[in-house]
């Protein structure tokens, strides 16, 4: 693939924040040769193994087959995958741009929060003359998070104003936190402070959701501020006072950061955006009240086909679900996914899963006690299967590619700019796989498309179970049928073996043999040698068999040490050789000296047309009878060794 090869880590690419760098890059991409994979996970869920999950897929890249990298870890929450990524980025020895954390060993851009914050503040103490605050902040460990409260409690301090720690609101720069703190303010004695300053916009319109809900009303009862201006100030019920920051502007400085690295250019190792406060209606400043009645059709338009196309992309979502959820087969699932794929059209779409993803299913020895080991399964395998290749418009067969390859070699087709999605699928803390998507109608940074990869992880494990359960319920039947002692079958998998054989042979009018073999002398074997000895001898029998019965005969533990074969349309010829043929082979045992006693056996057989309502099992005593007067003419003495 021409142009240089880039990964980025990411978390929650549907919100705003994320998704005006994501727009930045994609934007800038091609300008500066590059080619981005874009891995990313979604979060929030309570359950720990979901969460392990989805962190994941920043285990899949290997960084030593990237040029370099663009790091968005102020959105990952969880600090192990974060010092993990650090770590393989600093030993492959690869270029990488932190966007807003600055990690002094990184290219960085970022903003200055102080200043940012103190802005804020100073107008809300200057202008508005507030003085009891309440604050939504970001995660404690998070930088900027906590370079906004310091700002914040600074410009307090300077102006002999405080904030009770009690009104201090730790959340996780997401929209639940902003509704979580209103009601917290709210169950605290002293009430609701005049105002509530937001580390960023997602929390501060969530915690505006929930005062209107409370009936209380943003800037008359009480002041809200944000941070980042991610929310359209022509988009919302209030205008957020908020901190304007280039976010798109941020996307493309890292990838010129990268593409200097990579020519040799001299550059600053941090850049610092500048930004700018927006003073609105949230804090009650109302210059931009009067708005031009075009720019609220214009708006109105807007909100209209994003509505239409997030109702016609919900309603296929529900199909999709219903109809993968419905299927019993993985051949089924991959062409209801199939035509799916056909219906978004991606210019590229792969469907990438581990080569041991139904391995519940796999039951190499029907006797096993479990399926055979093929290592941790929450972890990525070295080779990876791709059912689904959808590459301009055709499926592509892309078989099996190895893990650090990514993505199928059909994917390169000599042009840069190329914005690949790198998405985890898996069920709890189970690896399934990974899907890429590139260039697609899909909604990406919407939270419908979390919904959809989250569809198809739950489907995916829908049908593993139904595979699984189908093998087991094969491998339970195999263990009714079998005589786990010797490994052939018992009497129900001799009924089973035989039922439409023999059926056919009464409707024909054709032949059958059934032959009764009995191991002589067992007493005296398990006298002398022990039962365990004796068991062998059965065993024995049994290996016999198997060995002799080469001609489509079905053949049977019968019970102790009895077994009976059945064979259709035999003849006495065919019997006779059968009968020498199992004598033979005992001989063999015999000659190997691999026993300490000499294994004998009698047997008998009958030849007869059955008729309808003759069971199987009426020949069996005639053949007994036939087998107990060979068995008369043996001297049970030379059964053991001298």
């Known amino acids: 693939m021409n142009g240089y090869k880039v990964a980025l880590m990411i978390e929650e690419m549907d919100q705003s924040y994320q998704s005006a760098i994501l727009n930045g890059i994609a934007s800038s991409a091609a300008e500066f040769s590059l080619n981005i994979s874009v891995f990313v996970s979604f979060r929030g869920s309570i359950n720990p193994d979901h969460e392990k999950g989805e962190l994941n897929i920043f285990n899949l890249p290997d960084f030593k087959d990237f040029d370099g990298a663009i790091l968005l870890t102020n959105t990952i929450a969880h600090q192990a995958t974060v010092n993990s990524i650090l770590s393989r980025i600093k030993e492959a020895g690869i270029p990488a741009v932190s966007i807003d954390n600055d990690i002094p060993y990184l290219y960085h ?35 900027e998070s906590a370079d906004r409260l310091a700002a914040f409690l600074e410009v307090l301090s300077e102006h002999g104003l405080s904030v009770p720690e009690e009104y201090i609101f730790y959340g996780s720069f997401r929209a639940p936190s902003g509704r979580e703190a209103v009601d917290y303010f709210l169950s605290l004695e002293e009430g609701l402070p005049e105002v509530i300053i937001s580390a960023n916009d997602v929390m501060a319109a969530s915690a505006v959701n929930r005062l209107a809900e409370k009936y209380i009303c943003v800037p008359e009862d009480i002041a809200v501020t944000g941070f980042d201006n991610t929310y359209s100030t022509r988009n919302y019920q209030v205008e957020l006072t908020t901190v304007d920051r280039p976010l798109a502007l941020s996307g493309r400085i890292a990838c010129k950061m990268l593409a200097n690295h990579f020519q040799n250019i ?65 051949e089924q699932y991959i062409e209801i996914l199939k035509k799916f794929t056909q219906g978004i059209d991606p210019e590229e779409y792969y469907l990438c899963l581990c080569d041991n993803w139904l391995i519940d299913a796999d039951f190499d020895d029907p006797l096993a006690d479990k399926p055979k080991e093929v290592g941790d399964l929450t972890v990525y395998t070295d080779d990876i299967l791709v059912p689904i290749a959808y590459v301009r418009g055709k499926f592509e067969d892309a078989g099996t590619i190895r893990r650090r390859d990514i993505l199928p070699k059909i994917a390169d087709n000599g042009t840069s700019g190329k914005i690949y999605y790198h998405i985890p699928l898996h069920f709890g803390d189970r690896c399934f796989g990974y899907m890429v998507i590139y260039n697609s109608a899909l909604p990406l940074h919407n939270s419908m498309f979390e919904t959809f990869c989250i569809t198809l992880s739950n489907s995916l494990e829908n049908i593993r179970k139904l595979t699984s359960l189908e093998a087991a319920l094969k491998h339970l039947s195999k263990l009714y049928a079998r005589d786990t002692f010797s490994g052939i079958y018992n009497r129900n998998g001799f009924v089973q073996a035989t039922d439409k054989i023999y059926a056919d042979c009464v409707a024909q009018n054709r032949d059958i043999m059934l032959m009764f073999i009995d191991l002589d002398g067992l007493k005296k074997i398990n006298d002398t040698y022990g039962h365990n000895v004796g068991d062998k001898a059965i065993c024995s029998i049994a290996d016999v068999l198997v060995k002799s019965c080469t001609n489509g005969e079905v053949y049977c533990r019968f019970g102790g040490d009895e077994f009976i074969v059945f064979a259709a349309d035999y003849q006495d010829t065919e019997a006779r050789k059968l009968t020498e043929t199992i004598e033979r082979n005992i001989t063999a045992i015999n000659a190997s000296g691999v026993n300490p006693f000499t294994l004998s056996a009698s047997t008998g057989y009958v030849i007869a047309k059955p008729v309808m309502g003759e069971d199987i ?26």
Do not use: W
């Open 266 to 330: 001299e550059q600053e190792r941090s850049v610092i955006l500048n930004m700018s406060t927006r003073f609105t209606e949230s804090c009650g400043c109302l210059h931009n009240a009067h708005r031009d009645l075009l720019e609220f059709k214009e708006l109105n338009y807007k909100n209209y086909l994003r509505f239409e196309n997030s109702q016609t992309f919900m309603s296929n979502l529900n199909k999709l679900s219903v109809d993968l959820l419905s299927t019993d087969t993985f």
């Open 109 to 143: 851009v970022g903003i200055d929060n102080k200043t940012a914050m103190r802005h804020i503040t100073e107008h809300l103490i200057h202008v508005h003359g507030f003085k009891k605050f309440g604050y939504i902040s970001g995660p404690k460990e998070n930088p």
């Open 617 to 642: 099992f009426n020949f069996v005593t005639s053949a007994d009878n036939v087998m107990y007067a060979q068995k008369r003419k043996k001297k049970l003495s030379k059964y053991l060794k001298g």
